[in-house]
């Protein structure tokens, strides 16, 4: 099932995919999903970002990646950074590279603390794509990833939420520029499983309904410029467009 979050004449409201519709419902976070009976054509409807977390985590696979002596790791991406599809990301000037990465993102559906690998997709309500945007050369000077991460639109996110992707540990990952192919990887290619990440993640804070996590960019990164598109696309849940100023 693909649920979105859109732009109406009243405010956002969350929907569901019904052929060339999208069906509002009640509640994004009830089981089951409850329709109000209104619908709105999926030909030329804004989009916005699946959700409005309180948490987004971003993971670090530090020993695998880069031989920091250091295990998995996450931190904190601020919400203020949250950006929809089609909104501008706004690269910060005179910090050296700004580089966009193409991730999948988790998207908690019920309360999960302690999740363990047999029950960690229980807690899931489903899967979108997310941009992490960087200016990686504050990295090295940055732990926290509070430098790095920080910017205007930093973290687009969506176009979607998808419930029945058929293998998240197997999601391929495709990265355009001003359509050209940049990056071509998935989620086979993280140092540590998208189960074992939540796992890690739960046993030290426990997340909510809409809270994000930010699997890692399997070398799914690529340094932009001011005017650049660009198309994250993830098999089984859709492409998410940006444009760079």
Known sequence: MRIARILTPTGPQHAV????????IEDVFAT?????????PIEGTALLAPVQPRDILGLGHNLTNNDHPLPMQAWHKSVHTLANPGDAIVARRGVGTVNIEGELAVVIG????????ENAFD?????????????VDQVPIDEKSFQSKGGENYTPLGPWIETELAD????STTVEINGEVRAESGSFNLPSS????LVYVTQWLTLYPGDVVMTGAPNTF?????GDRVDITLAGIGTLTNTVV
């Open 17 to 24: 995919a019904d052929g060339d519709s999208w069906a509002f």
């Open 32 to 40: 089951p999903l409850v329709r109000t009976g209104e619908a709105v």
């Open 110 to 117: 019920t309360r999960a603390e302690a999740l363990t690998l």
């Open 123 to 135: 807690a899931v309500l489903g899967f979108t794509i997310v941009n992490d945007v960087t200016n």
């Open 168 to 171: 998240p540990e197997n999601v």
């Open 194 to 197: 998208v189960a074992a990440t």
């Open 222 to 226: 690529v340094a932009v410029n001011p």
